[in-house]
């Protein structure tokens, strides 16, 4: 079920937890959101409610600007009788139109009895047929008007500027089983498709989504560009995911984290309202122990471990995980998608299919290119990729120095996250490096030196009691590859541009996989089910994956 709710600005979690308590129906739904009512910028929010059953897409600001950023067509449409009788009443039921299709009810609530023409004939001017006009038993003075679009005239298909052709619920294959592919496996999960998730490893999360440990904060700029509403976005929805399924102070925890730069501490979008200073608030030091230079506290900053939620996701009703399954080819005949691994065998059959599996996905594509007719023309519309190795460093707390690491994660170059609890008891975490993986691989020995140097900006104090340990080779490593994209924003879409796609990418997450797979995987999900888009249409259009 899909609530999209428009308000210039959102009310305080106080006045939605009142009116919950005053509604029963809704009294858990309300508790449920209450805990996640914090830093309503204007721009969507998207909320995974009654275990992703419910959704709430909350949009805040200009209510035509807002309308005109949706891609969906709604079945019900509620407007408050105060933008019926605003002078561009007609404006608005215009752009209401884009979002409706023959059928949708419209209905007019507390409406002044004696006031009604005007809502009226602005209803039936643009395709509405007014059903029903009735005072309120307990109001008198107040009256409700129903209508249903219905228009005498022929409806174009472009009203909205894309098809909105939900595909029929089926069978999906999800190729790489990291972050990108169990987050879009738990999204189509939840909606009823039956998923089988294919990886060429043994177990879930062998690749970059095997991280030991990563953070989920919002990027921050002064100009609040596209990168930073996507991660906040991102943001909002992986904490929620977190809150679902994972076991606070073991497999996550709501921190906050700590933002520094070396080049200067990043500041705040001057137009930010008050809302936003839940997302981040500016930081002059949090305590005398630990004092640190002026930087961003994002409060609702958090700690996760990617490969407990990558799993979680797998656990989750509907989803099938395959392991020791490489997708080395694939054919389709009569709409149903074969993969097959090198010597030819068949490893699963799907309508739809979604490369999830990072520079993988790439490479499979490329090799496909010139037999499958669809892929054929579609190579110089993908973004640009590359892989970028990265190497942390971590180690067991020491009890003689362990005072000497701050109580909260911090983030810039590189970062630090302390007091995880590991096989073996409570370990710190410093990295990662960054180095293209078309260049010579460097050893360990200089990532770690590269490690090191970017603790000394980060954190110098504590750099100092860590150079011992930094000039050994005692330190413990973990290293792998992500993929990123030129642009460094995620690739979410069809790779066909025919009615009923078959063929999806979702990849290029780099280094914010925590912050973008649960983002990309419902916009995914909303794509595939002509549902209600989780961010601005503008927005979604910069993630398309034929954007180049």
Partial sequence: MHYVALCEQACNAQDLLKHGAANPAVSALTQELGTLWFGLLPGFHRFLLAHGQVVLTLCVGSTLALLRAQQFEADAIEVSALQAHEADFSWLLKALVRCSH?????????????????????????????????????????????????????????????????????RCAVIGAGLAGASVAAALARRGWQ????????EPAAGASGLPVGLVVPHVSRDDCALSRLSRAGARLMLQQARDLLNIHQDWAPSGVLERQVSGSPTLPAAWPQSGEQWSVKHHGLDAVHPLEPGIWHLQGAWIKPASLVNAWLAQPGITFQPHAEVADMRCQDGVWELLDATGATLCQAERVVFANACGAFHLLHKMKHRIPKLQGLWQHLPAIQGMRGMLNWDFHQVQIDDRFPPYPVNGSGSVVPRIPVEGGRAWFMGSSYQPASQVERSDMANQANNFTHLAQLLPSLAQHLAPAFSSDALKTWKNTRCVTADRLPAVGALDPADQPGLWLCAGLGSRGLSFSVLCAELLAARFGAEPLPIEAKLARSLEALRA
């Fill in 102 to 170: 023959r059928g949708t009810t419209l209905t007019v609530q507390h409406l002044r009895a004696v006031d009604t023409a005007v809502p009226q004939a602005a209803l039936t001017q643009c395709g509405f047929v007014i059903q029903s006009f009735n005072t309120l038993a307990d109001q008198p003075t107040l009256a409700q008007l129903c209508g249903r679009f219905d228009p005498p005239w022929i409806l174009k298909n472009s009203r909205l500027g894309a098809a909105l052709s939900a595909l029929p619920i089926a």
């Fill in 195 to 202: 998923v089988r998730v294919l990886d060429r490893a043994s």
